[in-house]
């Protein structure tokens, strides 16, 4: 059973909008969130995280938001562009005796910014 | 400085055929992965390793064995190829504990006939 969901399989989005990129999960054991962005023929990148004792991390155009109640997060862009156009995985871990860390990622969401 | 380095990129197999798959990382990283992408079904961990000397099964470790050769160097055995395990491999390295993003390989795209 999945313990990450990405149900959007793609987005489509106009140059200069904005993109939502949403992910759910149900381990309520998981205290730290990640999103991934993956170019074809290219290994994956990391592009923002956040801890469960945050609902909102920002880094230039990328905004995460946390809301743990819902077991629910987004990933927002804006302005979105066509560099923007890639894979994106959410992925989410917990800390486990003996400090390993192991993230359960998510099946991906394709996103199409059109010029 | 490579970051995540894997050999080989593509590789074509017939059933029942072995390999081994290399990765190595400059990061002094404690941490390393072994990951596999097919369609729809994102990453799945396949085997890791927390740290030199030691690993441990991922989710889908059937067919498959590791060697944790040091701390740069952790390589992914395929002993008969099976065609299910055509897929795109990736290997990750991370910093150890929690709160720590991984480094990923560029892959090795795997082709068993």
């Known amino acids: 059973d999945q313990q990450v969901k990405q149900n959007s399989p793609s987005l489509s989005v106009q140059e200069g909008r904005i993109s939502i990129l949403n992910c759910d999960y149900t381990?309520?054991?998981?205290?730290?969130f990640l999103w991934y962005k993956k170019y074809p023929a290219e290994g994956p990148t990391f592009l923002i995280s956040?801890?469960?004792?945050?609902d909102k991390n920002e880094d230039g155009r990328f905004t995460v938001f946390l809301n743990k109640s819902a077991k629910h997060l987004s990933l927002h862009i804006v302005p979105s562009q066509p560099g923007d156009s890639a894979v994106y995985f959410c992925?989410?871990?917990?800390?486990?005796?003996?400090?390993?860390?192991?993230?359960?990622f998510g099946r991906g969401t394709s996103l199409i910014v059109h010029p | 400085n490579a970051g995540v380095t894997q050999t080989p990129k593509f590789q074509v197999l017939k059933t029942g055929q072995s390999m081994t798959l290399q990765c190595a990382q400059d990061?002094?990283?404690?941490?390393m992965y072994w990951y596999r992408q097919d369609p729809g079904m994102g990453l799945r961990l396949i085997y890791y390793?927390?740290?030199?000397?030691?690993?441990d099964k991922g989710e889908v470790p059937n067919g498959y064995n590791v060697s944790r050769l040091n701390k740069r160097e952790f390589s992914l055995r395929l002993e008969s190829a099976a065609p299910s395990q055509t897929s795109v491999y990736f290997c990750?390295?991370?910093?150890?504990?929690?709160?720590?993003?991984?480094?990923f390989g560029p892959g090795t795209r795997l082709t068993v006939l």
């Open positions: 990750a390295s991370s910093t150890s504990g929690a709160y720590n993003e991984q480094f």
């Open positions: 381990n309520s054991m998981f205290d730290y």
């Open positions: 956040i801890s469960s004792i945050k």
């Open positions: 992925a989410a871990s917990e800390t486990r005796a003996g400090g390993s860390y192991i993230p359960t």
């Open positions: 990061m002094n990283h404690n941490s």
């Open positions: 390793s927390a740290s030199e000397g030691t690993t």
